[in-house]
């Protein structure tokens, strides 16, 4: 076999990338209500289904083609991947593709309980082709703001080794956007049910989050030198924000949580993003500790400014960004004893770069996403009815649970008696609830005489000892 240490490590790189999607959804899914749990798993998943079909198709092709205007690749430069086959482009494809679809998911939190599953399906295709590729492009594919780049010949080179802008500030702007045409969840701000309903599951999303991240930012090391400082940076970075994020909490707050603890570590992995390859450790650490604190701040201010960004994304993932960006104007290490950051007596011109980059990001996601989710809010719907919010996505627009509160009274599975859920049910007040309980074996006979009946008394049983 003739493949080299650079091609295992590319493609164990894309491997661990990959896991990043998955564990994004269990990420979610407990950050969320119980009855909404799996809607978010099934974005995160179906995000990276699309993805995967668009990328072979048209997406690498746009990301790495002969430059149109300098903002994205010809798309049928490589159409449908078949010219790659045979050459080492195929490993670049699939890690690249890895980015493209957790960059994608992560908008999704934004509007956790609340979209249509349908309209996330015919957003993620369209963003990922007119917002990510061209992002992608201009950064990474030779466009306006790499190398020679018609931007950054005026402004300067910008450093984004992972994602700083094309990943991070990209899904937290659009989450933004979508955050405000959705609009907010109902009870948003006083409803204490929209509480995270299964910590555990959040620190097992964090986890394999941080285990996956090694792999997306060192997989395009060029050195094992330079692996080595990105896989120490990605390392330290995290620590740093989890540590700084709790003693925020218990500063301003009283008590440190574990939603604290994951939070401040994937915080560290946004703000570590863009600068693990041009940052010393004790430097990762710093940025670290400085975007832990600064992202439980952010986190608060949907609430001061009444924007429903269900799951943090704006906070953690904008805010993040932008610091972890931004610092790189400042501690940025020169390269042969050249520019660098302030700290480094680099001047200025590194972080203007930094900050037109970070410019040019936000006009190019806010914009396209604002135009793209408000012809589909307008066509189709991008939000799900009362009713069905109410009653949870996870029924509404899955006809399925994550939990079972119950007994087990349903020996088989049918998903076609959830198809009409009589979804007014979920409505009924809480108090009216209780009053009309009915006991599991009722539950159970009327499942049995009546298969049409048998999901509406099955939802009311459910909805009164569901927590969420």
């Known amino acids: ?47 990276a289904g699309i993805v995967g079909a668009v990328w072979i198709l048209w997406g690498y ?5 002969k430059s149109v205007l300098g903002i994205f690749g010809n798309p049928f430069s490589s159409f449908g991947s078949a010219d790659l086959v045979g050459s080492t482009d195929l490993i670049k494809l699939g890690f690249s593709a890895t980015f493209a679809m957790v960059t994608v998911a992560l908008i999704s939190g934004a509007i956790a309980d609340r979209a249509k599953f349908t309209s996330w399906v ?23 703001l790499g190398p020679g780049g018609a931007i950054s010949s005026v402004f300067g080179q910008v450093i984004d080794f992972a994602g700083g802008t094309v990943v991070e500030i990209s899904s937290g702007a659009a989450a933004f956007v979508l955050a405000l045409i959705l609009g907010k969840r109902h009870g948003f701000g006083k409803d204490p049910n929209h509480r995270p309903h ?54 301003r707050h009283g008590h440190p949580t574990s939603l604290g603890a994951a939070s401040g570590v994937v915080a560290g992995l946004v703000a570590i993003t863009p600068a693990c390859a041009n940052v010393a450790p004790a430097a990762a650490l710093g940025l670290g500790l400085v975007a832990g604190a600064a992202c439980a701040v952010f986190v608060d201010l949907k ?39 302030l700290f480094y007596g680099g001047g200025l011109q590194q972080l203007v770069a930094q900050i037109v980059a970070i410019l040019v990001t936000l006009a190019v996601s806010g914009i396209m ?31 399925e649970t994550a939990y079972e509160f119950g007994s087990m009274s349903r020996s088989h599975f049918n998903a076609l008696p ?21 006991p599991v074996s009722a539950r159970a006979a009327a499942a049995a005489s009546s298969p049409d009946a048998a999901p509406a008394v099955e939802l009311q049983h459910e909805k009164q000892a569901d927590p969420a």
């Open 1 to 47: 076999m003739n493949i080299t240490a650079e091609n295992v490590w590319v493609m164990v790189s894309a491997a661990l990338a990959l896991l990043m999607t998955p564990a994004l959804g269990l990420f979610y899914s407990g950050m969320t209500r119980a009855k909404a749990s799996l809607n978010m798993i099934m974005m995160s998943f179906i995000s």
């Open 418 to 438: 959830h198809v009409n859920i009589p979804l007014a049910a979920a409505a009924v007040p809480v108090s009216a609830r209780a009053a009309s309980a009915v």
């Open 198 to 251: 299964n910590l555990p599951l959040i620190m097992l999303g964090a986890g394999l989050l941080w285990f996956g991240w090694f792999g997306f930012n060192a997989g395009a090391a060029t050195t094992s030198a330079q692996a080595g400082l990105i896989w120490v940076n990605t390392l330290v970075a995290p620590a740093g924000a989890m540590l700084s994020w709790l003693v925020t909490e218990k500063i």
């Open 61 to 65: 092709s746009m990301i790495s083609g």
């Open 369 to 399: 996403t604002a135009i793209i989710a408000l012809v589909i809010h307008k066509t189709v719907g991008f939000r799900v009815s009362h009713e069905a919010e109410l009653a949870g996505v996870d029924l509404s627009e899955h006809a």
């Open 122 to 144: 015919i957003f993620v295709p369209i963003w990922i082709t007119l917002v990510y590729c061209p992002l992608a492009f201009m950064v990474w594919g030779g466009g306006l």
């Open 303 to 341: 609430h001061k400014f009444g924007f429903d960004d269900s799951l943090d994304v704006v906070g953690v993932h904008l805010g993040g960004g932008l610091v972890g960006t931004l610092a790189l104007g400042f501690i940025a290490l020169p390269v042969n004893g050249k520019g660098g950051g």
